[in-house]
């Protein structure tokens, strides 16, 4: 593609995110930029300390798990527009991304080394049916093409999106609907949430709900539902096939209040403002990224990059023994596999919001730009994605994942020696980390991905969610309004006829953990309580840790108990420490939330990946998405949990592991009309990995190491 045909192609995403954009606020003009003064314009995010990445048009892959660049994609693009069963009929194209070589070759690969064959892997829609495809590159041929048996659809496409508004915001039905409730059709904002899949008559075709919201006189529209109104869209056919209207009488909540964008006026509302802040790195960061993708910091690489579906990838994760000098694997690869969202209540307008929001929108392509200096801080390098339209067409997601080390004034490790020992001793060390974050826009939910590296080898996985509730409109505006069993409250008042209808959130990754290669056990290191024999102990009882090696995966599904502690390791047996113990990798979940829907319940039999909080399957190429690769109406056909029942073994052997981190939400006032981030971890942390505290020889910060900023009360 010459240059002038990618900057048209470029100019189109723009146009249909706006359209898009338009659609949600049809008769506004769009201001994209916000009105935040501070807000810092591209030109200046790319004066970073960082070169940007070659240009995308040039670009060529260095490493094999490099993302397909736009030559790649257009050529992909020609190969398919000449395949015979594609033309003259191009079809929707829902995914395309490169088909990852096989992982062998991938861990035999040194940089210098030719790279393996460029493959790409397309899922197509055509008729209704979902077509799988791999592409080869340098052969410039369709390798392979089968219909996807499973149910489902792919994940949809901004052309989806698009078209289910525009036939909403044309029926005449609809459109007295939206009369009836007093709001202007000028003044109408939809959002499109998935149906899930719960009754025959919506099975066999493609469908979406459409719900809309007045955006008069403010951005916020989530807070101004036009409730019980819900339009269900056939993609395919571009036609309404029900409006069910249930909630006349329910006013549109006013909306007060309730824009949130920054105006200056706000600072007089705080009393004590915080002064500016910002991280000092005299030397600049002491990161870099190699090729575009290989990031190196202190004694951590790895590759880094953005995926449509995942969001953000992290792979070839290799941490420095600092015994040897020698770079040791700890994961292959690890990302977001999928977000599952149930809302809790079963009303007509609301018993199918039960998204699953990487297999039916994707959280790559819901990451927006990060807010340079807000997002991310100013030592930050950014990193764009390079993704793929429905018409099969590339464009870039720009400046989507930021690269940052952060220093939160945390303690890496210290000791004080009490004077009474006659040691005069004071030791700390600073706790200087590296994070890559992602943070996707999946409609009214902004969700916060952090993968944050530590020197002593952990790795902190952490979500943040903030945004806007998915709100309820109702009668009351006050709680002593609210009969005690009124069925329609299935959350808390949060503002005037607004109600916040609790609901949960799981993540699920998937960690592919090669802990000094693939072949890993799963060692469950179980707490028990021993009790001592009369007499034996003055003591009565006291714990004991029990190792079991999990043989299948039966033995590796695992649900959290407080009250039956255990630790998981993932261990490589062949590879053991000084002392004979085997290296090792433990997950250690923070605070975290379990499903309590029926499990048979459709929703939960579609997300029947958060049964468990932790799974281990053995590595299958195929098995990537825990909701399956179709997970748009899927009834559940193709999840980690099926997988699972096969119950095959794991002990010794190239192993997944996989983690749901799961938040309840009951709103309250504070959430209202857009939340506090709130977030919650999980870790990966060595254990008998190193030889010993792999951080002893850290230095500390010394006086004339660092710029002078100094609180003002200590003058
Ligand atoms: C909606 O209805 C009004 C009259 O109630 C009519 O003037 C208008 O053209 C209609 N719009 C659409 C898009 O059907
Ligand atoms: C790999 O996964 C796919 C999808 O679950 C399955 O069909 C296939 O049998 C699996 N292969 C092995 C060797 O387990």
Not at 481 to 504: F, R, Y
Request: glycine share 6%; charged share 25%.
């Amino acid at each position: 593609m010459d240059t002038n045909a990618y900057l048209r192609s470029y100019i189109m995403f723009i146009l249909v995110l706006f359209l898009c954009a338009g659609l949600w606020f049809p008769s506004s003009k769009l201001n994209l930029e916000g009105s935040r003064p501070w807000r810092i314009s591209r030109g200046s995010i790319s004066k970073s300390h960082f070169p940007k990445p070659s240009h995308h048009l040039t670009r060529t892959p260095h490493h094999p798990l490099d993302p397909l660049t736009i030559p790649e994609i257009n050529r992909v693009r020609s190969i398919l527009s000449s395949y015979p069963p594609f033309s003259p009929a191009f079809p929707a194209i829902h995914s395309l991304s490169l088909d990852e070589p096989d992982k062998l070759r991938v861990l035999y690969w040194k940089k210098g080394d030719p790279l393996p064959p460029r493959r790409a892997s397309i899922v197509a829609l055509v008729h209704g049916q979902t077509h799988v495809l791999v592409v080869g590159l340098d052969s410039g041929r369709v390798i392979s093409h089968a219909i996807h048996a499973g149910s489902g659809y792919p994940v949809l496409s901004t052309n989806d999106i698009l078209a289910a508004a525009e036939v909403t915001l044309t029926d005449t039905e609809f459109n007295k609907s939206v009369a009836a409730r007093g709001v202007e059709l000028s003044d109408v904002a939809c959002i499109t949430p998935s149906p899930g899949w719960f009754r025959p008559d919506e099975e066999g075709r493609r469908v979406i709900k459409v719900q809309c919201f007045s955006k008069q006189g403010t951005p916020n529209f989530y807070m101004r539902p036009i409730e019980g109104l819900t339009v269900t869209v056939d993609l395919d056919r571009r036609e309404v096939v029900k409006i069910s209207d249930t909630g006349g009488g329910i006013p549109v909540p006013k909306g007060t209040n309730t824009d949130y964008r920054y105006c200056p006026k706000d600072r007089t509302r705080r009393k004590d403002p915080i002064n500016p802040i910002s991280l000092e790195q005299p030397n600049g960061p002491s990161f870099r990224v190699e090729d575009g993708h290989t990031v190196k910091w202190a004694n951590w690489c790895f590759h880094l990059k953005a995926d449509q579906r995942a969001g953000l990838v992290v792979s070839r994760v290799k941490v420095v023994d600092p015994e040897t000098g020698r770079w040791r694997s700890v994961m292959y690869q690890g990302m977001a596999s999928e977000l599952f969202v149930p809302y809790m209540d079963p009303e007509e307008g609301w018993y199918f919001k039960t998204y699953m929001d990487a297999g039916e929108f994707g959280l790559g392509a819901t990451a927006m730009e990060l807010v340079a200096l807000n997002d991310c801080p100013r030592n930050s390098y950014y990193m764009d994605g390079v993704f793929v339209a429905a018409d099969g067409k590339p464009f870039v997601q720009a400046n989507m994942i930021c690269v940052f080390e952060r220093h939160a004034g945390e303690i890496a490790w210290r000791h004080a020696e009490s004077p009474l020992t006659g040691f005069k001793i004071r030791e700390a060390r600073p706790k200087v980390t590296l994070v890559a974050r992602m943070a996707a826009s999946v409609g009214n939910y902004d969700y916060i991905f952090d993968w944050e590296f530590q020197t002593d080898g952990l790795i902190r996985i952490k979500v943040g969610l903030s945004g806007m509730l998915m709100v309820k409109g109702t009668p009351y505006e006050h709680v002593n309004q609210v009969p005690d069993d009124d069925p329609h409250m299935t959350g808390g008042l949060v503002s005037e006829n607004v109600v916040g209808v609790v609901h949960d959130h799981y993540v699920t990754f998937r960690l592919d953990m090669d802990v000094d290669g693939p072949d890993n056990s799963l060692v469950r290191v179980d707490l028990v309580k021993e009790e001592t024999a009369p007499g034996e102990s003055p003591r009565r009882s006291y714990l004991r840790a029990r190792r079991r090696v999990a043989k299948s995966e039966d033995d590796a599904r695992i649900k959290l108990k407080l009250y039956e502690p255990s630790e998981f390791h993932l261990v490589n047996p062949s590879r053991t420490s000084r002392l004979g113990n085997p290296a090792g990798y433990k997950v250690v979940p923070g605070s975290n939330a379990a499903s309590l829907l029926d499990l048979n319940d459709p929703p939960q039999l579609r997300s029947a990946f958060t049964n468990n909080q932790i799974w281990v399957t053995p590595y299958n190429k195929s098995e990537r998405w825990a909701g399956g690769l179709t997970a748009y109406q899927s009834k559940g056909d193709d999840t980690l949990a099926v997988w699972s029942e096969r119950n095959r073994p794991i002990e010794n052997r190239d192993i997944v592991m996989w983690y749901t981190l799961g938040f309840h939400h009951v709103p309250c006032q504070e959430d209202y009309p857009v939340m506090p981030t709130v977030s919650s971890s999980f870790h990966l942390k060595p254990v008998n990995f190193f030889e010993s505290n792999p951080i002893l020889g850290a230095a500390p910060n010394l006086e004339g190491d660092l710029p002078v900023c100094r609180a003002a009360s200590s003058f």
